[in-house]
C-alpha cells in the first residue's frame, strides 16, 4: 500500500486518516517504524496502528490532518526527509484552529514499488 512519489505518500496518509482507517495508515509506515509526538513514542507499524485506532475512534474521530510540504531533500535514490507544516482539523470545522498547527519531519524509504515512513516526529509550531 505504497505511494509512488513522497508527496504521494504524504497525501495517502492524510486520505487514511480522514477516512479514519488506521490498519491502512499503518500500512504506510515500515514495519520498524519509529513516530515521536508530543507524549507518544509509537516504536513499530504495530504500535502505530494500535494508538491510531485508539485515536480515530475516540478523540480523532471525524478529524482529518492537513500538510504543507516545506522543504524535500533526497539521500540518494532510496531516502527522503521530508519537512511539513501540519494541522489536524478537528471534526465539524472548516480550518484548523491557530495553535493546531505543527512542524513535523518525515523519513521515507524507498520499498519495493513506494514509499514508506521510516520515522516520523512531530512537535508544536510555536516551538521553533
Known sequence: ???PSPAGLVEAVARAWSDGDAEAFAAHYAPDATAILPGFHLRDRAGIQSAMGEAFTGPLRGSRRVHEILAERRYGADTVVLVTRSATVA????EPAPSAWSLATWLLRLDGDGWLV???HDCPEAAR
Open 118 to 120: 521510516a520515522a516520523y
Open 91 to 94: 471534526a465539524g470545522e472548516d
Open 1 to 3: 500500500m505504497s505511494a
